[in-house]
């Protein structure tokens, strides 16, 4: 039935993503690593029930990889904080870069 109609494409959201082995020199990056757990498997039981969250409401959930040195130099390429703006405006530029393409 629902032929014929014209529906946006979900929204996709970049997620950011961090390797286990990089997590600690992740913590020592980012300017506010209060605004994460400690430990990586508490970051990454957060992080799997926020995907969980914003799939259900019907976005495409990317997650993004977000490593040390690369992100720290992308950064200071924009003379920003490595801060969660930061790592929420690079996973979501990212994941529409990724998702543009035909």
């Known amino acids: 039935m629902g032929t014929g109609t014209m ?3 979900p929204q996709v959201v970049g997620l950011p993503w961090y390797h286990r082995d990089d997590y600690p020199a992740l913590l020592s990056v980012f300017s506010d ?3 994460l757990p400690n430990t990586f498997d508490a970051w990454l039981e957060h992080a799997e029930g926020l995907e969980k969250q914003l799939q259900a409401a019907g976005f495409v959930v990317a997650r993004v990889w977000i490593r040390p040195a690369p992100f720290a130099a992308w950064c200071r390429e924009r003379d920003i904080s490595p801060d969660q703006q930061a790592r929420l405006e690079f996973a979501n530029e990212t994941a529409r870069h990724h ?3 035909p």
């Open 7 to 9: 529906t946006a494409p």
């Open 33 to 35: 690593p209060d605004k």
């Open 99 to 101: 998702h543009s393409r």
